[in-house]
C-alpha cells in the first residue's frame, strides 16, 4: 500500500588513520620515539568499541602492548574518547630493541615503525561475489628516524619509491623514503576511494595488496661514510 525504492546502504565516511613517528635510532640497534595516532570515521568507532571492552586504559594499552610484543610503550595518552565529532588521538613513547641490524659498517632497518600490512586480505583464485570494503579508506603515514650520525642511505634505499593505481584512481599507494642530513623520513600513503569492488575487480584489488605487502618490507641499508 505504500511506496519502496531501493537504498544503497554506504557509508560516506571515510575510516582514516594517520600515523606520526618521530624518533631515533641509536648504533645498538634501538629506536626510541614518540608515536602518534590519529583515527576518523569506523576506523574510530572500531578503536573506541575496543577501548570500551576493557575495564580503563591502563589495561588497554597493556593488552595494546601484548600484542606488540617488540615494542615497549610508556606515558600513553588517549584524546577526544567521547568525542565522535572529533578524531580519536593516541600518543606514546615507544622504545624497539634489536630494530636495526649493526653489520660492520652499515645499518639495515625497515622504516615502517606501525601500520605495515603484512597479510593479504584477499586469498581465494577466483571470486564470484563483490568486495564490500564498508567505506572509504585513506591510511598517511610518516616516519621520522635520526640515524647515527656519519651514516648515509645507500642508493638502492633511495629508490625503493613505489606509486601506483588501480584503474579510475579506485585505489591509490605510495611509498618514498628520503634522506636530510642525519634524518631518514619514510611516507606511506593508501586509499581506498569506493566501499564496493566487482567481481570482476578482485584480482586487481588482490594485487594492489600483494605489491604494497612487498613495497613495505623494505630493508633500508645505511652506509658509513669514509
Request: charged letters at 25%.
Amino acid at each position: 500500500n505504500g511506496v519502496s525504492d531501493w537504498v544503497p546502504l554506504q557509508s560516506n565516511l571515510i575510516a582514516t588513520l594517520h600515523v606520526n613517528f618521530v624518533g631515533e635510532l641509536d648504533e645498538e640497534g634501538t629506536l626510541t620515539g614518540q608515536l602518534t595516532l590519529n583515527r576518523g570515521g569506523y576506523n574510530a568507532s572500531n578503536k573506541r568499541a575496543a577501548m570500551d571492552g576493557f575495564n580503563s586504559l591502563e589495561e588497554y594499552f597493556e593488552d595494546y602492548e601484548k600484542k606488540l610484543a617488540h615494542m615497549s610503550i610508556a606515558k600513553p595518552s588517549v584524546e577526544n574518547r567521547e568525542n565522535c565529532e572529533m578524531l580519536l588521538g593516541e600518543k606514546m613513547n615507544i622504545e624497539v630493541t634489536n630494530f636495526a641490524i649493526m653489520d660492520q659498517e652499515e645499518i639495515h632497518f625497515n622504516p615502517v615503525v606501525y601500520g605495515k600490512t603484512d597479510r593479504n586480505p584477499f586469498n581465494l583464485a577466483t571470486r564470484t561475489y563483490p568486495v564490500d570494503i564498508g567505506s572509504k579508506l585513506q591510511e598517511n603515514m610518516t616516519f621520522t628516524i635520526r640515524v647515527p650520525e656519519g651514516y648515509t642511505l645507500n642508493q638502492e634505499s633511495l629508490e625503493s619509491k613505489l606509486n601506483m593505481a588501480l584503474p579510475n584512481r579506485d585505489a591509490r599507494f605510495v611509498f618514498n623514503v628520503s634522506q636530510d642530513g642525519a634524518v631518514v623520513t619514510a611516507q606511506v600513503l593508501m586509499q581506498i576511494n569506493k566501499p564496493l569492488f566487482l567481481p570482476e575487480e578482485y584480482f586487481d584489488l588482490k594485487e594492489f595488496f600483494s605489491r604494497i605487502i612487498q613495497a613495505e618490507k623494505v630493508s633500508l641499508t645505511l652506509r658509513k661514510k669514509a
